[in-house]
T-cell receptor
Framework: DVKVTQSSRYLVKRTGEKVFLECVQDMDHENMFWYRQDPGLGLRLIYFSYDVKMKEKGDIPEGYSVSREKKERFSLILESASTNQTSMYLC??????????????FGPGTRLTVT | AQSVTQPDIHITVSEGASLELRCNYSYGATPYLFWYVQSPGQGLQLLLKYFSGDTLVQGIKGFEAEFKRSQSSFNLRKPSVHWSDAAEYFCAVGDSWGKLQFGAGTQVVVTP
């Protein structure tokens, strides 16, 4: 079974703090993704990575950065947390092969509250 | 760019009744289509996927979906819902790079 784990289920931070969200997958997947989920908006892609040390912006990258130093780990960083970043954050991974699209496997999510 | 519309934000269905969730997509090439389910407080679980071939796709938990290219739709169905099917359901379309675009989701409530 593919397993995607996220470092925290719930997190409360103060405005201006630097926040790290960690994601680890155990299936040697090439692709990793960070989404935020807000009611009525579905999942929106923040950043994704196709390989170690590679990153691409998604639809809403502003206020976020990412790091992928090892294949199994993909970190989302909020440099200076703001209240409008209060949300559910979901990490996902997938394998890749040219011309094929494989399903993404999701972690349980981190509910971040910024006060 | 691809996009996904789930017209129904909220659906209430009686236990044992049939369920159909609508999904319309916009994508310039052959779409890769997915349905995911999210139970309260959980991550997303894949129900089924369509890449090519038979347009009627069977998934887990008794769900199926039909791809209709002429209508740009990929509707999800279940003949008889169980209380455990209460959840939020997301339709998604994928591009050839593996990125997914999700719809806003449909919340399903199951009544006794």
């Amino acid at each position: 079974d593919v397993k995607v784990t996220q470092s925290s289920r719930y997190l409360v931070k103060r405005t201006g703090e630097k926040v790290f969200l960690e994601c680890v997958q155990d299936m040697d997947h090439e692709n990793m993704f960070w989404y935020r989920q807000d009611p009525g908006l579905g999942l929106r892609l923040i950043y994704f990575s196709y390989d170690v040390k590679m990153k691409e912006k998604g639809d809403i990258p502003e206020g976020y950065s990412v790091s992928r130093e090892k294949k199994e780990r993909f970190s989302l960083i909020l440099e200076s947390a703001s209240t409008n970043q209060t949300s559910m954050y979901l990490c996902a991974s997938s394998t890749s092969r040219r011309g094929a699209v494989y399903e993404q496997y999701f972690g349980p999510g981190t509910r971040l509250t910024v006060t | 760019a691809q996009s996904v519309t789930q017209p129904d934000i909220h659906i209430t269905v009686s236990e044992g009744a049939s369920l159909e969730l609508r999904c319309n997509y916009s994508y310039g090439a052959t779409p890769y289509l997915f349905w995911y389910v999210q139970s309260p407080g959980q991550g997303l679980q894949l129900l089924l996927k369509y890449f090519s071939g038979d347009t009627l796709v069977q998934g887990i938990k008794g769900f199926e979906a039909e791809f209709k290219r002429s209508q740009s739709s990929f509707n999800l169905r279940k003949p008889s819902v169980h209380w455990s099917d209460a959840a939020e359901y997301f339709c998604a379309v994928g591009d050839s790079w593996g990125k997914l675009q999700f719809g806003a989701g449909t919340q399903v409530v199951v009544t006794p």
